[in-house]
């Protein structure tokens, strides 16, 4: 099992900036894709940023230019950051891992609200 541990997120005006984080523990051996999910009220879970070791870092259309995501091997963590954030941003944020025998895991989420 590999467990994600979410920090950061909360409240912030149209415009601003905010950090997210994602510590993953346990079984995080062979986890080859880390990254970001939100999902907005009556929306469907969707993709924001996935990180594949090796690879080059994948957006949503609607993040490019605007969100950074990164990982920290040594620390087995992914984060976040966003800038120029829309209301439209405004949704509960999932930390996700894909592990090569195992599968998927999810983070608890954590709320992220722009105000306009």
């Known amino acids: 099992q590999v467990q994600l541990v979410e920090s950061g997120g909360g409240l912030v005006q149209a415009g601003g900036s905010m950090r997210l984080s994602c510590a993953a523990s346990?079984?995080?051996?062979?986890?080859?894709?880390m990254g970001w999910y939100r999902q907005a009220p009556g929306n469907q879970r969707e993709l924001v940023a996935t990180f594949t070791t090796g690879g080059t870092p994948n957006y949503a259309d609607s993040v490019k230019g605007r969100f950074t995501i990164s990982r920290d091997y040594p620390k087995n963590s992914v984060y976040l950051q966003m800038n120029s954030l829309k209301p439209a941003d405004t949704a509960v944020y999932y930390c996700?891992?894909?592990?090569?025998?195992?599968?998927?895991?999810w983070g608890q989420g954590t709320q992220v609200t722009v105000s306009s």
């Open positions: 346990g079984n995080i051996f062979s986890i080859n894709t």
């Open positions: 996700y891992a894909r592990h090569v025998v195992v599968g998927s895991f």
